[in-house]
C-alpha cells in the first residue's frame, strides 16, 4: 500500500505541471529578461495584430531572416532588438501581442514597440490604429500583472529590476509630424526649439514612468540622422545630400536627450538611463560607406523612385541583390549589416557612443552585484 501511495505522488505532481501548463525553471539559470519599447526600429512584430498601415507583414521584408518570411520587422532579416538578444544569450523577445507570448516565453521578455509611434499622441494618426507610447507603459503594467500570476510578486519584481530595456522613439515626431507636410499643425503651434522642449519635457515623463514601473537599466537611443534617409533625399534633396531642414532638428534633439537623461540619473541617484548616439553610429557608414563594406548609404535596398525612397517596400519594388552591400534596407529602416554595426557599438563603444558606458560594461557591473 505504501509503495503505491509513493508511485501516486509523482503522478499528481506530473497532473498539476500539466494542468498548471508550465514549467518554471531556476531564475538563476536564465538570462537577463529584456524589454524593447518605440517605434519601426525596434518593432518585432506588434503591429501585425492591428489594423494599421503601418506594417511590414509582406515579402520581401524577412528575406534574410532565418524564416526567410515576413515576420513585422522593418528589415531584411534581424533588427537591433534581436542583435541585442544575441548578445544576452538570449533569444528574441516576442512582440506583446503575440498569442504565444505566455507561460515561459512570459520570463524572457517582450516587445511593445509599434511602427509608427512617437513621444507625442498625435505623433503617427495616419497610421491609425498603433500602439502609442503611453499605451505601451500600460501593457508593461499589465505584463507584470501577468508575471506576478506566474512566478509571484517577489520574483517578478526581481525580474524586471534585473532586466535589460531598449527604447527607441522621436524621428517620427519629426518626420510624421512637425515636418510631414508643408506648414503642419506641430509646426505653425511651435518654432523647431520650443517643438524640441516639447519633445523633452513629454519623453521625460514617458521615461520616469518607465523607472517607476520597475526598469533600472535603460538604453535611450537618439534619432538618426534624419535627413540622410533615402525618403528624405528622395522628397528634399537636389544633389543627394541631406536634407539640413531634418539634420537640424536632430542636431537640437539629441544633445537635450542625452542632458535630461543625465538630470534623470542625477535625480535618482544612478545610472539607469544610458544614452546611445545612434546618429553618430549611422553617420560614421553614411559619411564613410565603404569603409564599411557598403557601396552606397544613399539608395535604399528596396524601393522605387529617387534613391530607391519613395513609397513602401513591395514585392513589387526594386530589389538589390545583395543586402550586404546597402546600409538601407527601405526608404527609412538599416539593414541587418547596418544593425549588427550599430549593435557593436551599443556593446563596446566609446563615451562618444555610449554615455556613460556601454552595453558590456553595463553587463559585466550587473553581473558582479
Not at 495584430?49 to 507583414?57: Q, V
Not at 501593457?139 to 529590476?161: D, P, W
Not at 537611443?221 to 537636389?238: D, F, H, N, Y
Not at 540619473?265 to 544614452?275: L, M, P, S, V, W
Request: net charge positive.
Amino acid at each position: 500500500m505504501a509503495d503505491s501511495l509513493l508511485s501516486f505522488v509523482p503522478m499528481v505532481l506530473l497532473g498539476l505541471v500539466l494542468v498548471l501548463g508550465v514549467i518554471v525553471p531556476n531564475a538563476e539559470a536564465r538570462p537577463r529578461a529584456f524589454f524593447v519599447f518605440g517605434d519601426s526600429l525596434v518593432d518585432s512584430g506588434n503591429n501585425n495584430y492591428l489594423l494599421t498601415i503601418a506594417r511590414a507583414d509582406g515579402p520581401p521584408y524577412g528575406i534574410d531572416y532565418p524564416s526567410r518570411r515576413p515576420t513585422g520587422r522593418f528589415s531584411n532579416g534581424f533588427n537591433i532588438p534581436d542583435l541585442i538578444s544575441q548578445k544576452l544569450g538570449a533569444k528574441s523577445v516576442l512582440p506583446y501581442l503575440s498569442p504565444n507570448l505566455r507561460g515561459e516565453n512570459l520570463l524572457v521578455g517582450a516587445s511593445f514597440a509599434s511602427a509608427g509611434i512617437g513621444i507625442l499622441n498625435d505623433t503617427g494618426v495616419q497610421f491609425m490604429n498603433i500602439i502609442k507610447m503611453h499605451t505601451q507603459l500600460e501593457y508593461f503594467e499589465e505584463y507584470q500583472q501577468r508575471v506576478t500570476a506566474l512566478i509571484g510578486a517577489s520574483k517578478t519584481k526581481r525580474l524586471v529590476n534585473q532586466a535589460l530595456v531598449l527604447i527607441t522613439v522621436g524621428g517620427n515626431d519629426f518626420v510624421n509630424n512637425y515636418y510631414l507636410v508643408p506648414s503642419s499643425a506641430r509646426s505653425r503651434q511651435y518654432p523647431l526649439p520650443a517643438y524640441v522642449k516639447l519633445l523633452i519635457s513629454v519623453y521625460r515623463r514617458h521615461l520616469q514612468r518607465l523607472y517607476h514601473l520597475g526598469a533600472r537599466r535603460v538604453l535611450v537611443t537618439g534619432t538618426g540622422p534624419l535627413g540622410c534617409v533615402p525618403a528624405e533625399l528622395a522628397i528634399r534633396s537636389k544633389n543627394g545630400t541631406c536634407d539640413p531642414e531634418l539634420q537640424r532638428a536632430a542636431a537640437l534633439y539629441n544633445p537635450q536627450l542625452g542632458h535630461m537623461l543625465r538630470e534623470l540619473n542625477q535625480k535618482f541617484g544612478r545610472n539607469i538611463f544610458i544614452a546611445a548616439n545612434t546618429s553618430l553610429m549611422h553617420l560614421d557608414f553614411i559619411s564613410n560607406p565603404k569603409a564599411y563594406g557598403f557601396v552606397t548609404s544613399k539608395k535604399a535596398c528596396c524601393g522605387q523612385g529617387p534613391y530607391n525612397g519613395i513609397g513602401l517596400c513591395t514585392a513589387y519594388s526594386n530589389l538589390c541583390r545583395n543586402r550586404d552591400l546597402y546600409a538601407f534596407w527601405d526608404p527609412f529602416h538599416p539593414t541587418e549589416k547596418a544593425n549588427r554595426l550599430i549593435v557593436e557599438q551599443i556593446m563596446s563603444g566609446t563615451t562618444e557612443y555610449m554615455m556613460p558606458m556601454n552595453l558590456s560594461t553595463i553587463l559585466t557591473l550587473d553581473a558582479s552585484t
